[in-house]
Antibody, heavy 119, light 112 residues
């Protein structure tokens, strides 16, 4: 069955960096686009970034553009999110999510990894 | 990339039907048939309930249905059950200057 397992979260100081990983299994990873979605404590979902199945195109929310980089290694079935210049408002649970076959929804989600930006 | 607008809360008794609205603009909800709905229980990851406005993934109860009219999409839960108590989020594909996705503000569904 499809599994998405995020890792790499933790506590980081403002201005710091962190790299999240999402290990995928149970489907042909190289055939699907992948998303990062975050949820601040007690708040709603916020789309962060999307990468096409082959890594050819990447798209970002305005709130993270220029600071975050989404990437993937299809040989390792792994999705990444490099987060630089972190701010307090980046504190959230970060989910990776698989693109649905139709292309415009997320049919499988990981359990999330918590990132806390605090001094 | 403003969030889509949902009511903060909706409630209903077991067996009743409820509808959650999701209002956007012609650049997102109104412009494409790419609205999806997610259910999230406390401390859990979101679960896809509806995609492409009105399609149900395999395994999702047929008590859940979706529709759209103009810039507003809707999720209807019929035969409300205790297990339906959760937060619900809509989402839409959008293109302004570039491709992106936007979520709704979220709706807390309470089963009375």
């Amino acid at each position: 069955q499809v599994q998405l397992v995020e890792s790499g979260g933790g506590v980081v100081q403002p201005g710091g960096s962190l790299r999240l990983s999402c290990a995928a299994s149970g489907f042909t990873f190289s055939s699907y686009g992948m998303h990062w979605v975050r949820q601040a404590p007690g708040k709603g979902l916020e789309w962060v970034a999307f990468i096409r199945y082959d890594g050819s195109n990447k798209y970002y929310a305005d709130s993270v553009k220029g600071r975050f980089t989404i990437s993937r290694d299809n040989s390792k079935n792994t999705l990444y999110l490099q987060m630089n210049s972190l701010r307090a408002e980046d504190t959230a649970v970060y989910y990776c999510a698989k693109e649905s076959p139709s292309g415009y929804a997320n049919d499988y989600w990981g359990q999330g990894t918590l990132v806390t930006v605090s001094s | 990339q403003s969030a889509l607008t949902q009511p903060a809360s909706v409630s209903g008794s077991p067996g009743q039907s409820i509808t959650i609205s999701c209002t956007g603009t012609s650049s997102d909800v109104g412009g494409y048939n790419y609205v999806s709905w997610y259910q999230q229980h406390p401390g859990k990851a979101p679960k896809l309930m509806i995609y492409d406005v009105s399609n149900r993934p395999s395994g999702v109860s047929n008590r859940f249905s979706g529709s759209k009219s103009g810039n507003t999409a809707s999720l209807t839960i019929s035969g409300l059950q205790a297990e339906d108590e959760a937060d619900y989020y809509c989402s839409s594909y959008t293109i302004s200057d570039t491709l992106s996705f936007v979520f709704g503000t979220g709706t807390k569904v309470t089963v009375l």
